[in-house]
DNA sequence: GAGTGGTCTAGACCACTTT
DNA sequence: AAGTGGTCTAGACCACTCC
């Protein structure tokens, strides 16, 4: 491969890295199924092992392929037992993670609104699925989440296919829509429980609750889904790595 | 360097960063300063150079190193502009990083109690400080932490340092006691404010309050730290990203 | 045993910083 | 020009998985 005449320099690794976005983008291997192995890539771009090495541990790192020694590597999904809770920060106080469950609330086809639209930058009065949903622990609503899709992506969703999801939505946004999410960006308050959020929370009035809104990307940071969470903390709290 | 006879396959790089992490933490090479070239590494160790980079990658990937092309490869440090903010992830609704000046409110020797005790791993009435402490956005408190320093780590601390500190503790607790912040979890709540905090922060009795719990760690996952902060969020948020 | 990813080496050369 | 990290190569061999 001829490196491409550059006002700065782009090492070659993310040029194959590039290349590689691009199939994944274009569903030339899709999610579970494995990709070449690095010698055949090597060949493929007419560069060393090494070089393509370097191309798929990066994608590695960024969690869009997943390499299984002896395997080979594998484009990354959501349906996997091990990543099902990659986006669900909510954990119980003893740190034990918590089996939830969706109760679909309410869905309406409707537009963007101006805070919505610019996270996902649409244009204003874009068409957009306006969903209403609870996570469950048992018989108990622990948050209540608001969420927006682009009616342009996720074009023909219905009612009963969100109803009838059992865990991750990414999962179905992957497998139905051909959307992948990638990474998300979260932002969190501390807000009072309104009239109705107490009631489907089954909190008093004003009671604290957090508010997470999150907007999940695809490749190329590229918004697909608006979300607003309010989450009841008794019993349960978000954690974070630092580091 | 010969490879160690194991019943579990220990790759070479990974006893190289073992080595390296070992002279990080016996002060071989300070925060800040350089440590030996690449090659020079390479010779010390008897292996190849691309052995002792990939040892050397994940040091900086973990924030221990931080390699600068052309100059050399230095131990990271807390007092860096670039990473004042490593662990403070509140920022204004807009989006800009938020510039907080620390006003101590309390200081004290004491002991601990079962929760601090169990998160820093102390035996039950070890004695610590217990720091109280303002974060200020100009004249506005936005932040009370309450902060619990193991006495056996920290021994000598005295008021006047904490307060006399600029910019991060953790700089502080690099500096003076040797010891580094590698990693920290957090846990979070939405809490209502009560009486004392109300009155810290100005903001009504009973008004939502992000609670932030945090135990910093040094090398070898040994806590350092425990801090319960509570956090205003009008006009600001907590931001973390998923990936 | 064949095929995959993972490690390790040795050497060449490039890009960046400082002298 | 010298020294540093960064890229790229080619080849050998190891560890893991599956047939």
């Known amino acids: 491969m001829q490196r491409a005449a550059a006002p700065r320099f782009r090492p070659l690794y993310e040029q194959i890295k590039g290349l590689l976005t691009q199939s994944l983008v274009a569903g030339e291997w899709k999610p579970g199924e494995s990709i070449p192995s690095e010698v055949d890539l090597a060949t493929r771009y007419k560069v060393s092992q090494g070089t393509v090495r370097k191309a798929v541990d990066a994608l590695a790192a960024e969690n869009l392929l997943i390499r299984r020694q002896g395997k080979g590597t594998f484009v990354a999904t959501h349906s996997e037992e091990n990543v099902q809770h990659r986006f669900l920060r909510i954990v119980a106080d003893e740190g034990s993670a918590v089996a939830t469950h969706s109760v679909l609330l309410g869905f309406a086809r409707g537009r963007a609104n101006n805070e919505v639209g610019q996270d996902l930058r649409l244009h204003a009065g874009s068409a957009v699925y306006w969903i209403t949903r609870a996570l469950h622990v048992g018989a108990r609503a622990l948050v209540l989440d608001e969420i927006v899709l682009p009616g342009e992506i996720f074009a ?40 109705y959020l ?25 918004p697909i889904e608006w979300r607003r969470g309010w989450c009841k903390t008794e019993g349960y709290h978000y954690v974070n790595e630092l580091s």
């Not at 009631?199 to 907007?215: E, Y």
């Open 156 to 195: 023909g969703l219905d009612q009963d296919t969100l109803a009838n999801t059992r865990g991750s939505w990414y999962s179905l946004y992957e497998s139905t829509f051909g959307v992948r999410a990638i990474r998300a960006r979260e932002q969190i308050k501390a807000v009072a429980a309104s009239e």
């Open 198 to 222: 107490a009631k489907s929370l089954k909190v008093v009035r004003g009671a604290p609750l957090l508010r997470v809104d999150r907007v999940t990307y695809t490749y190329d940071d590229r």
